[in-house]
């Protein structure tokens, strides 16, 4: 392990067997960077610095009480996040812990290219979630969806092309929980053997999720928002 000073902040360098660099703060607010195994000094050096402003913002967040009390908040897979940001050369929006994102933008920003981002960021969530949810869904029922993707969608949850079976899923359902999830992929693949949503469609919703009801409360529970 080698140290690094940023800002009178101490680094622990770790060097591992991995492709990419990460950084994260503990809970002891000790900051750990992890590289690959064959970085140079010079590329640790010149990445760190450029998370400079990044390191001293989520240190003080970590350390710091009266940072918890931001009004602005964020859900991500149904759990409800208190924004934090700052200001970094490159866009950064991450989990910290249970309770706090920190979101970073660099100061020429506009609010439409941050608004951009934080989307294809709630884009890149459920990408990594749907195929192991639609996978499962698929092998329960039968039911099979010739490709699905996602956009952004102002008043619907997911839609289906009949004909195609081509699925679209909303990038807001990132935002949700995975039953509300499991349930819009549920509905949506049903819709490949079934148009409408008549009783032939509630009847295969009642054999393969009994609760899909209660599901679909919980997802239309609040205003869908931009």
Known sequence: MVLRMISNITVNIHKKK???MNIRVASDFRVHLSVPMKTSDYVIKEF???KRRWISALVKLKNTS??????DTMSVLGVSYKVHSCTDLNPICRIIDKENIMVAFPDSYSCCKKETFIKEWYR???????PDILKKWQDTTGMHCSEWQTRQMRTRWGSCNTQTKKIWLSVKLAKKSLPCIEFVVLHELTHTVVPNHGPDFKAILDKYMPDWRERKKLLNSDIISE
């Open 18 to 20: 991995i492709k990419n």
């Open 66 to 71: 009266t940072q918890r009390h931001s009004k």
């Open 48 to 50: 760190t610095e450029t």
């Open 124 to 130: 890149s969530i459920l990408k990594s979630i749907v």
